[in-house]
């Protein structure tokens, strides 16, 4: 019955799905949407607190503050929490700025030329050498300069209106090279909500020399006029990006992709996710500049994350995002609106999800929606009711093979074969009226004894003498001719 009824119900599952129209799509390759929505522009600053010591005349305090900007490019949200992988020289700034301050404080306070950079000078009057000498980094007993530097990074999402303050992020882990990967986090954790949304990250690179990839960041901070920029790429030869990074190249060498990579790095994408033309997941980060952009690989990234302690997760918004951009790229535009307007409920500020919807509202129900056309198709051809017959006649086999089954399983058989022999009746007398008991081999039926009624004797009857008529035990003359009864 098991067999039977798992048969059944195979074919009429495979006949249902034939009827009903396709309910679900492979993702197509080569989609960036899946992470430009998680790409944020990272500005990173040193703030410096210098207090001058002035002895050369009545001693004064001189305090100065300076915001130095130090790093300006692109990250990568990979926790809904809010985690950014980018690069160290985004996080942290390799100059001192202590001695930038000593050189800005002292030209600004003795009105003496030095330039404002970050190199030791001299100056010719030997007073104030010696006191900007004592102002310089590392701080001694003798110091003439109380230095106090922090660091700050600002992030602001690709969100629509665009974030005018964004929100501080900080360091936790940092590679020791300016293009090795650092971890940064909120400093501010959120509380509640879905959080943001964040990027894929791949296993591994692509080995295959020429593998189509596309670089995703900012130019500048996001605004009105200033949206995430992709730029198409392809990958050298090698396998393994390392700290030293992987090289781009064109393999028709109609375009000079390592200088046209490091010139979007030297304008904003530093630290720019690389996506995989595949399933479109990060694949490492852009790294150099000027005439040689080239790419370090996500084992760097996710060892670094690992480093940190952290764990990229996917959130409620991407799953939402994903299923809708499904469904947009493979043109059912009447069911991605809905999926495009759940995702700006849970992140009202998604850029990328509101220009999706945006376009997917003006293409709903046209000629390019697949939707429309399957609906309006479906009443046309008239499906044949013979599946669904046939279907119904399978079951309804199915289950009557399965009653009659399961009845035969309950029901005890019976075995066949010849009746029991009669029982010995009671031996034979000498007395009169004997009956002869006849034995037979053969089976037959088996008729139901009658009841036997029980009569009075011969000899209790009695007729009358005169006319023969039967009279009654109680009678004393004949009820027909009246003579009188003998007792």
Request: glycine residues 10%.
């Amino acid at each position: 019955m098991a067999r039977l009824t798992a048969l059944a119900g195979g074919i009429a599952a495979a006949l249902v799905l034939i009827a009903m129209p396709v309910a679900a799509h492979e993702h197509p390759s080569g989609i960036t949407d899946l992470v430009t929505p998680a790409v944020v522009r990272l500005e990173a600053v040193s703030h410096v607190e210098i207090t001058l010591l002035d002895h050369i005349g009545e001693l004064r305090h001189v305090e100065r503050s300076y915001d130095i900007p130090f790093g300006a490019g692109t990250g990568t949200v990979v926790n809904p929490d809010g985690t950014i992988v980018a690069l160290r020289r985004l996080a942290v700034n390799p100059n001192d700025v202590a001695v930038y301050a000593a050189n800005k404080v002292f030209a600004e306070h003795h009105k003496v030329k030095i330039p404002a950079d970050y190199t030791k000078h001299k100056l010719s009057d030997d007073l104030l050498n010696h006191h900007l000498q004592e102002c310089y980094p590392p701080k001694t007993d003798t110091a003439t300069c109380i230095v106090n530097v922090t660091t700050e990074i600002t992030a602001f999402p690709n969100v629509s209106p665009p974030s005018q303050h964004g929100f501080k992020v900080k360091c936790i882990k940092a590679g020791p090279t300016p293009d090795s990967p650092a971890v940064l986090v909120p400093v501010t954790p959120a509380a509640g909500g879905v959080g943001m949304p964040t990027a894929p990250l791949a296993d591994k690179v692509p080995e295959q020399e020429g593998s189509p990839t596309s670089v995703a960041g900012f130019l500048g901070r996001p605004g009105p006029n200033v949206q995430h920029t992709v730029e198409i790429a392809h990958l050298s030869k090698g396998g393994v990006a390392g700290e030293s990074g992987r090289p781009f190249a064109d393999p028709e060498k109609k375009v000079d992709e390592p200088a046209k990579l490091g010139a979007l790095a030297d304008k904003g994408m530093i630290g720019a996710p690389v996506i995989g033309d595949k399933d479109g997941h990060v694949i490492g980060l852009l790294v150099g500049g000027g005439k040689e952009g080239k790419m370090i690989g996500i084992r760097e990234v996710t060892a670094i994350l690992a480093a940190a302690k952290v764990a990229p997760r996917r959130g409620a918004i991407d799953t939402a995002f994903e299923a809708a951009l499904t469904r947009y790229h493979t043109q059912y535009y009447t069911e991605a609106a809905p999926g495009f307007q759940r995702v700006l409920e849970l992140y009202p500020g998604n850029a990328v999800a509101a220009q999706l919807l945006k376009t997917t509202l003006a293409k709903r129900g046209g000629p390019e929606d697949k939707g429309t056309k399957q609906a309006a198709a479906t009443p046309a051809r008239s499906t044949p009711l013979w599946p669904f017959i046939l279907a119904a006649g399978i079951l309804f086999i199915a289950a009557g093979g399965g009653a009659y089954l399961l009845w035969r399983r309950r029901t005890p058989e019976r075995p066949e074969g010849l009746p029991e022999p009669l029982a010995a009746g009671p031996p034979i007398d000498d007395r009169a009226d004997q009956t002869v008991v006849v034995r037979r081999s053969q089976s037959f039926q088996v008729v139901p004894q009658q009841q036997q009624v029980m009569t009075a004797p011969d000899s209790a009857i009695k007729y009358c003498t005169s006319c023969g008529m039967r009279l009654g035990p109680a009678h004393r003359f004949c009820g027909y001719c009246g003579h009188p009864i003998e007792t």
